[in-house]
């Protein structure tokens, strides 16, 4: 982007072309100013959560194919049918390194009908993702994004710039979010200790049960 700026600056303008110039040069230096802002905003401050509950639920998951440490990609729309926690977050993070084993424990708890789907941005890296995992025994999915993902999920706009991790959504069955949260102190059970399965029981089946509707069926 820079060198294509530097390239309409040495342009030499012709009779008559000189406003186009300008305004095309003013239309680069606005969509770099918004890039940086996305930027500023997708470093993702760990502290006490900018939205509320559910503020960013009820609506249709945003769909993503993103990499893991192995490369492999997830397809959000490869999970379909399965709860889907999708957690934003980052790996400095205090709060984010506790809601990761809260996560960790569900998975193991609910087995194949929940999929726990970990986000993270640059400056985190494969190695310090590596180091994480280790050091506290996760065993979820972490992905690599590049910011688009988080922001879609998190609707990062240049008026809207503030972000906090950790936030995850929990998404059912049917690819809708029906609920979501970012860390707040009077909500601290949910990322240290077991409120999280009052939520996730409202949408992982029993096994050997189906849910029909809002209402589970038996087999």
């Known amino acids: 982007m820079e060198n294509f700026l530097g390239e309409v600056r040495k342009m030499k303008p012709q009779e008559g072309n000189l406003g186009h110039t300008e305004r095309r040069i003013s239309r680069v230096k606005v969509t770099l100013m918004r890039v940086n802002l996305l930027t500023v905003a997708l470093l993702l401050s760990c502290s006490v959560g900018a939205f509320g509950a559910n503020s960013l639920s009820n609506r249709r998951a945003p769909g993503f194919a ?10 959000l729309a490869e999970y379909r049918g399965r709860v889907v926690v999708v957690n934003v977050m980052k ?16 998975e193991k708890k609910y087995g194949s009908r929940l999929k726990v789907l970990s ?6 890296n494969q190695t310090m993702v590596r180091g994480y995992m ?4 996760i065993s979820n999915t972490i992905l690599f ?11 990062v706009t ?6 906090d991790v950790p936030h995850f959504f929990v998404i059912d069955k049917d690819g809708m979010i029906r609920e979501d949260y970012g860390y707040n102190q009077l909500q601290k059970d949910l990322f ?7 939520i ?3 949408y992982v089946s029993k096994p050997g049960v189906a849910q029909v509707g809002g209402r589970t069926d038996t087999d």
């Open 66 to 75: 993103l990499p893991d440490l192995q490369l492999k990609y997830h397809d």
């Open 91 to 106: 790996v400095g993070c205090p709060h984010c390194t506790t809601l990761s084993k809260v996560l960790t424990a569900a």
């Open 119 to 124: 986000i993270v941005n640059p400056p985190d």
């Open 134 to 137: 280790i050091k506290n025994q």
């Open 145 to 155: 994004d590049c910011g688009q993902v988080a922001a879609s999920y998190l609707q």
């Open 158 to 163: 240049p008026s809207n710039p503030s972000v």
């Open 192 to 198: 240290e200790g077991e409120g999280i399965y009052k």
């Open 200 to 202: 996730l029981d409202k």
